[in-house]
Nanobody, 122 residues
């Protein structure tokens, strides 16, 4: 089992930045593929970014590529998502996810956090 707790969401103006954090516990963190997803009101949950256990493999959705950076600190068992140049369409609940594999599966990660709200005002 992996427990995930997100933080760092909030209200920001368009063009601003936020850094989301996800504290993990329950397994050796460096063996766990991690990622971020989001769900906007009335829409399905969608993939945002993922990072391999070592941090060497990173993958982004086209909608955030170039504006966001996923990273991890294995010593602190913490995952991050730095989001810059935020747009109103980035407004969503952001979820941290983890998987029982070195690279997280986009389709069905094994573990989810409770989510943190990000609201971008125009």
């Amino acid at each position: 089992q992996v427990q995930l707790v997100e933080s760092g969401g909030g209200l920001v103006q368009a063009g601003g930045s936020l850094r989301l954090s996800c504290a993990a516990s329950g397994r050796t963190f460096s063996n766990v593929g991690m990622g971020w997803f989001r769900q906007a009101p009335g829409k399905e949950r969608e993939f945002v970014a993922r990072i391999s256990g070592s941090g060497g493999i990173r993958d982004y959705a086209d909608s955030v590529k170039g504006r966001s950076t996923i990273s991890r600190d294995n010593a602190k068992a913490t995952l991050y998502l730095q989001m810059n140049s935020l747009k109103p369409e980035d407004t969503a609940v952001y979820y941290c996810a983890a998987d029982n594999s070195f690279v997280l599966r986009k389709s069905a990660p094994a573990y989810w956090g409770q989510g943190t709200q990000v609201t971008v005002s125009s």
